[in-house]
């Protein structure tokens, strides 16, 4: 793909990633500290918190990788640190493809409990359940995706028409000789895994939320009446719909885009299978024009950095407007002009 990139555009995508970053770093860092103090009243709530806490933190973590894609391209060409650091350029991959599978498995998780405790109140959850699930998910696709990297089945490099690192299944220094199929195995098995679990997760948690809303219809004169505790959890399960409903919104174009590079992989002649970047690129390309490479440049990059990442600017506006205590600690913090972490937070609002 050709390196003309429009400055407009540069600048615009590049302002964008910067908002995103600062500032869902800063409202999830707040989230984060106003669900570890709060107060809870039974095992439910303690597992909610601990699961929005999760959720904060992860979101933390998605906006912060944002950095060395916004460096590059505020550089020349857009050879920033990831072009000179091959060891950065490794971590920034892993970070941005575990903390994304991470994300769906949160809000999985976070939309299934709910989705249980509705059809069956009296459940209770296990609430360091909320922090051994991620951790195990994080831990095992960290094994998945360095075993085939240390092992030199894959080759993880940086690509500046999407300002990120993505691999391929041969040495870019070797990349004129023929590839054969056996080249192609660790890609293969690795996209194939992550994108099928990433694919079914999403399916999941999107019938969850068919799931979730027939079901908050059905109870919604039952609670209205029963009032009280019924119709605070009801609310908490709206906040919960409101919550699953953005990440599918905003995480459809990167699904999308998963699905039709695991078809590539498994369907077309390896020789074709340059980099996933490339395959991706041959996606774009389809819909807007084989010509058009600004277009498939910057749709690429809405689709894979910026979507996901404004989902975790998103979900810190979602606790203001849907938890009253929230609301006021985000307001006693700006009042005061600094989170106060020592304050008592409240209970009431909906989790």
Known sequence: MSKTYNTTLEYSVGVIL???????????AA???????LKTRNKNSEFFKKLYMSISFND?????????????IFSEERKGILASSQPLCITTFLGWSLLSQNSIILVALLSLTRLLLLKTPSRVFIPNIAFIVPILTFLIFLVLWIAPITSGDLHIFYNPNFIECTFNSFSMQNDSRPVSIKDQVGAIVVVTICNSVASSVFNIVSISFVMSLLKLKKTSQVTTRVGGKADKQREAAKTVVIVTFIYIICNVPIMVVMMY??????KNPAEKNTTVADIRARYFSQIFGQNNTLMNQYVCILTVKISVSFNSLINPFVYYFRIDGFRRFVSRAWNRGKINSGSTTSTSGPI
Do not use: K, R, V
């Open 261 to 266: 590079i695991l078809i590539d992989i498994i």
């Open 18 to 28: 910067i908002i995103t970053s600062i500032l869902g770093t800063l409202l999830n």
């Open 31 to 37: 989230s984060f500290t106003y669900f570890n103090f």
């Open 60 to 72: 933390i973590l998605i906006c912060l990788i944002l950095f060395p894609s916004i460096e590059a």
